[in-house]
């Protein structure tokens, strides 16, 4: 037991690094993701003709394809086109274009779930429609989309391990160097996953804590009045 | 004779294929409160929605004082403004107290300054009896309460005319009465009004004129004595006659 404990002691500041690189890039992707992401999801769900079909050709093919072949396509596709990226941003551009697709269909499904009257009783007061999606629709649909939201955080720190893919030195890309030094697959690996776990816990319960504070009595996901 | 308000003139709508409103044209005069009674599905909410375009008539237009109503135009959102919409399911915005409810028109949409909207909703919270729920959210106010507040905000736009869109149907009997007499407040008080409503009390005490609507087109009108007692046609008649009965029997309260 104590032989484990001062393994981990030995790994942890390697591994610590790797840690924080993960953490950049899921914030990066996470942001990049809800830029695009947002946008995207009201241009498909009130745009029309041109800028609609742009939106859901976008949502689809990046739900459509891996991530595995996004993340290879702007790393090494891209050079070919002149555009040469650096590692990490290479990787948070590639997480977060994924993300913005499913960021975009989880605030779609979230503006879509807010009753129609909202949006008729704005217009009935003279708000335009932008005035009556910005003031009134938008802020509900971003407390209704937290859930959803906070598992796209989860997935994220845990998708950001393929990044490693393309020598990113983050969590799991530190493990798999560790082990060919210390030649200890099973032990690195299970404080791999050991950090992941305890990172992800505390960003369920901080996205909890959040969702708590925004909470408005009577409105939530599933009982609405 | 008072001057009109509003004016609609020869309104069409179809709705898959079926038309809902047959060139229907109607006026309303300062100060007046019009009800329109008729039986389902004969374009009464598609009526009120067609005025302040909240539904687009396929044709036909409508003036609010000489002024034509018309999507697109600049001064299309200050025409809006001027008209007070009250719907069935009272549509308060969710996400807001009651008190942010009522001030986030003058706010948002007249630009007032935050501290006289505040104000402003105050008192007309105060006008429906609900000054002491102004930090409550919708979904902590009873449907009576919802409905009195959504009248607030409407009212707080400082509207030239009042649209009422079935107000009590969606209301629990014993919470109909606080609602009417909030409207009868404000018929009193001088304000112009339509009301899709089948509260045939409400009808006879607060009305100046009733319309019968049937088919998509005004089948009769005029005063609730003429309408109640001595209707032109048997239709007007049956219908009415049917209304009260069922107002009666359902609601199980005594009828005007």
Known sequence: ?225 | MAKPILRVENIHKKFKGTEVLKGLSLTVYEGEVVVIIGPSGTGKSTLLRCINRLTEPDSGDVYLEEQKIEPGKSNFSYIRQQIGMVFQDFNLFNHLTALQNVAIGPIKVKKMDKKKAYDLAMKELARVGLAEKAANYPAELSGGQKQRVAIARALAMDPKIMLFDEPTSALDPELIGEVLEVMKDLANAGMTMVVVSHEMGFAREAADRIVFLENGVVAEMGSPEKIFNNPEKERTREFISKITRLNSVAKGREVL
Do not use: C
């Open chain 1, 1 to 225: 037991m104590i032989d484990h404990i001062q393994y981990f002691i030995s790994i942890w500041p390697e591994l610590f690094k790797g840690l924080a690189v993960s953490l950049e890039l899921s914030v990066g992707a996470l942001l990049l993701g809800l830029v695009i992401g947002l946008p995207m999801a009201l241009m498909r769900t009130y745009g029309k003709g041109i800028v609609k079909a742009f939106a859901v050709g976008y949502i689809e093919l990046i739900r459509g394809t891996p991530m595995i072949v996004q993340l290879f396509l702007i790393y090494y596709g891209l050079p070919d086109l002149g555009i040469l990226l650096d590692r990490v941003p290479a990787a948070i551009i590639a997480l977060g274009i994924n993300s913005s697709a499913y960021q975009a269909e989880y605030f779609r499904g979230a503006i879509l779930s807010i009753d129609e009257g909202q949006g008729l009783a704005a217009q009935a007061l003279g708000m335009t429609k932008r005035q009556a999606i910005l003031n009134i629709i938008l802020p509900q649909a971003l407390r209704l989309v937290i859930p959803p939201w906070s598992n796209e955080v989860i997935y994220m720190v845990k998708y950001t391990s393929v990044a490693f893919l393309i020598a990113v030195p983050e969590l799991m890309a530190r493990g798999k160097m560790i082990i060919s030094q210390t030649f200890k697959p099973l032990e690195t690996l299970f404080w791999v996953g050991v950090i992941y776990i305890i990172v992800l816990s505390i960003i369920a319960k901080v996205v909890d804590i959040i969702e708590k504070k925004l909470a408005i009595p009577g409105f939530q996901m599933s009982g609405e009045d």
